[in-house]
């Protein structure tokens, strides 16, 4: 592998040619920047590139110990995260010029392993709506999605091996399937949100994006702080349950095909592969999303409603004028069905190893203003449950499409060996 | 009244002043600064008073129109908080010359309602228990309790009507205990917490401390930023259970005295009260609450571990350290076991409008050394359930020590309904 060609290894190879002394974390940032310098002028990935930080981030780690798990590794940041040492625009002109005292926890801890920050990637207005100017990298005429746009496109085009993201409703997952790469949403509170620009502190969820499944174990071990256990092998067939989801109706074909695809090929590679319904109840979790992040909206925006109004997009006033007129009392129902759904799907889950269901409801649409739609992704981030997506299926204009494994909250590592097996059996 | 002794008047009692004309936001400002000018070198409840901002706010609010519930109104943020126009020190030299870009929600809003910021008031390290340098009002050989320090004093010794607070064990209830004042920590997600340097993000809860229950009303409609009803006129005798917890070996005398002489007082005056034990799997709480919170201190102090160790107090090193070797399956753990608590403490509560409950373990301890035992609260915090904490007793040093009441989860107008009929029969 050719110094030029480092920038497309995943995390882990790197770190395996870093330990062998075959390549140094000088030459893969600088062939990652290499990949930005020609690619950046279409993908538009990036709010703030680090080069010379980077570079010597990277020279000080070569010169050092190993200092842990992501020891030389270039990563992006979604820029509605914090950084000591960087800009952060939360995606809002807002902040243009804002500088945080201090890193975020996930930006603090990939860096207290190694981790080289290359610079923040494009968010959508505080993680809302409002696009910014990422275009997927298949197609720049379509979206990447969103809200973390820039980490889902600068993962696929091969500019750093590693990114992180936020999700409220989809914003990890979906980006991740329509630039065709892959993703972790881990369960709600494993992540440290410190220093992440709150959407909804119910739901926001900080994610990782790679280019392998043993990349989100590495990613998840390194931001979650806890031990690597080595890429999950993925040994056992796991037992499956096919969830079409209250809004299957919104699956576009090229969606329905991947699931029923990966579904049939799976039960043929000898996972046991049973259709699952959720409760009755689980069809109005959209609803209860939507309340409690509107509500919130008025409260989390407050400041930027006093002071800032006219610099706030009108989709985002909008939602927030919608919040407004929400009661407490409303509030407390949305609460308090989301925790019932909450409670109850273990028992929906009762006899598998993981859900398989649809990542975003079909490949990135045409246009950059739009970023899709998250309606099969809010119910499993309002439920606390970790989500991985993998790439491996096309639609219509050959943009990519990817499926969504969903796992019990909390055994986030047991999703990942599952994911492994999956993924094999899919490739 | 005198413009000199406006300092001592309830919030409500301002605004009544104030819409009446019979005073301007101007004189009430005049007097409180007064008041914090005699009693500060004794009391230091302030990290940064913003005299001259204040002024200047209270001259614009009394030459405009009524800007919303707390037109006028003197209040105090903790300094774990963030406020665009003052630095914000999260009680930490790390944060020494801090100035945040934005308002939290539970500055915005009351700001927005028109509320006249004076200053931040002291908290400990990171609202952790390293602490400031407040002294009890009532005596300054006591501690005031914390981590709300500052704001329990200011409040106590009438240099503003309200002040917030944070909470993530007993940091709100305890002091204002200690203080002798009213405090409402409302149910967990009802205020927002953006802008609050985190303590544990599963637990931290803003609250509000005053001088009377209408007070705590008013507050919690204006960071809540709902409807304000009036007054709560606490007509109904409350259905009461008298809850002394797994702990109660941990009350001192005072304590023991305070809940049985409330006991006997309320049931005279005519409200049922009986007692209730809370279920035996909850003599677990604290040890959950420990395991969260130290398993989250890694995380969300990550960026101070890394660049600034030597400047955290060795009590907060040694929290870290301990949730160092915490796994991920004693944190799944230790959440499983306090979402079947919240789960099971609606059956708990059955039957009883509110639980009476200690505030503390007793009177404020002698010396500023501790801010004293959150035992009493931490269990409280983890349920997640709305608290008030009443005055109304002393202990052996002529201390205050209060009484708790506990409401349910997001129903907080009724806790302070209740809390007023309660409060009406122990003065």
């Not at 720049?140 to 999605?145: I, L, R």
Request: aromatic share 6%; proline share 7%; hydrophobic share 40%.
């Amino acid at each position: 592998m050719t110094s030029g060609s480092l920038h497309e290894a995943t995390a882990l190879e790197l770190a395996r040619r870093l330990d062998a002394g075959e390549t140094t974390s000088e030459r893969i940032v600088q062939a990652c920047l290499e990949r930005i310098a020609a690619r950046e002028p279409t993908v538009r990935a990036w709010t703030h590139l680090d080069r010379d930080g980077a570079l010597a981030a990277a020279r000080r780690l070569d010169g050092g110990p190993r200092a842990g798990l992501l020891h030389g590794i270039p990563m992006g940041i979604k820029d509605v995260i914090d950084t000591a040492d960087m800009p952060t625009g939360y995606g809002s002109p807002i902040y243009a010029r804002h500088r945080p005292p201090s890193d975020a926890a996930t930006v603090a801890l990939p860096r207290a392993a190694g981790a080289v920050i290359m610079g923040k990637t494009v968010t959508t207005e505080f993680a809302n709506r409002f696009a910014g100017p990422t275009t997927n990298p298949h197609n720049p005429a379509h979206t990447p999605g969103g809200s973390s746009s820039g980490s889902a496109a600068a993962v696929a085009d091969q500019m750093v091996p590693l990114a992180t993201g936020t999700q409220t409703g989809g914003s990890v997952i979906r980006p991740a399937s329509y630039c065709g790469v892959y993703a972790l949403k881990p369960s709600f509170g494993l992540f440290g949100t410190f220093g992440v620009k709150p959407n909804t502190e119910l739901f926001d969820t900080v994610g990782v994006m790679a280019r392998s499944v043993a990349d989100l174990a590495l990613g998840f071990a390194a931001l979650a702080s806890v031990p690597f256990a080595g890429a999950p092998k993925g040994e056992a067939a796991p037992r499956i349950g096919v969830c079409r989801t209250p809004y299957w109706d919104k699956a576009l074909p090229e969606t329905q095909h991947a699931l029923a695809e990966a579904a049939s090929r799976l039960s043929r590679a000898g996972a046991t592969v049973v259709d699952v319904a959720l409760p009755a109840d689980f069809a109005r979790i959209q609803e209860s999303h939507s309340t409690i992040s509107g509500f919130e909206s008025v409260r989390n925006h407050a400041d930027e409603l006093r002071r800032h109004h006219g610099l706030l997009s009108l989709v985002l006033r909008e939602k927030i004028d919608e919040g407004r007129h929400l009661s407490i009392d409303q509030f407390r129902a949305a609460r308090r069905h989301a925790e019932r759904c909450r409670a109850g799907f273990g028992a929906a889950m009762a006899g598998y190893d993981v859900l398989l269901t649809p990542s975003a409801a079909g490949e990135a649409p045409a246009g950059l203003e739009s970023t899709g739609n998250a309606i099969f992704n809010g119910l499993w981030t309002l439920l606390y449950v970790p989500c991985v997506t993998l790439p491996g299926f096309t639609g219509p204009n050959r943009l990519p499409v990817g499926v969504q494994l969903i796992g019990r909250r909390f055994h986030d590592p047991a999703l990942l060996e599952a994911a492994a097996w999956v993924d094999r059996h899919l490739r």
